[in-house]
């Protein structure tokens, strides 16, 4: 399965309990289809470089976090229309990494950390 790598910003401010929700049912779409979750990072809530409108509101403020993932390429496509219609949700992007997790990382001790 190619790896994947989603960057999402959220509105700001979001109470801790509303971020573990999106990426609770973020992770769940990708699992669903028969993906694997590998890795969280949150970057937390910063103010964007311009003001972003979306769902008929201007942003100022969002909160970032990225998401690496194995998937099919359908899955990807099924998550990308969820997060666009998911008001939480400003902007996001999928980023193919490459076909393999082994292909992405440079060290192997890196891809054990992963898995």
């Known amino acids: 399965m190619p790896f994947y790598e989603?960057?999402?910003?959220?509105?700001?401010p979001?109470?801790?309990?509303?971020?573990?929700?999106?990426?609770r049912s973020t992770a769940t779409?990708?699992?669903?289809n028969g993906g694997v979750?590998?890795?969280?990072?949150?970057y937390?809530?910063?103010?964007?470089?311009?003001?972003?409108?979306?769902?008929?509101?201007?942003?100022?403020?969002?909160h970032t976090w990225l998401m690496l993932f194995d998937a099919n390429p359908s899955?990807?496509?099924?998550?990308?229309?969820?997060l666009r219609l998911d008001?939480?949700?400003?902007?996001?992007t999928v980023v193919k990494l490459?076909?393999?997790l082994e292909d992405v990382i440079e060290r192997p001790e890196q891809a054990e950390e992963l898995k």
């Open 6 to 12: 989603l960057v999402c910003i959220s509105r700001a």
């Open 29 to 32: 779409a990708v699992m669903s």
């Open 14 to 23: 979001m109470l801790p309990e509303a971020i573990n929700s999106l990426l």
């Open 87 to 92: 008001a939480r949700i400003i902007r996001s």
């Open 37 to 42: 979750v590998r890795q969280f990072r949150n």
């Open 75 to 82: 899955t990807v496509g099924i998550l990308d229309r969820q």
């Open 44 to 62: 937390g809530a910063k103010d964007l470089p311009f003001l972003m409108k979306r769902h008929g509101s201007y942003h100022a403020h969002g």
């Open 98 to 100: 490459g076909e393999r």
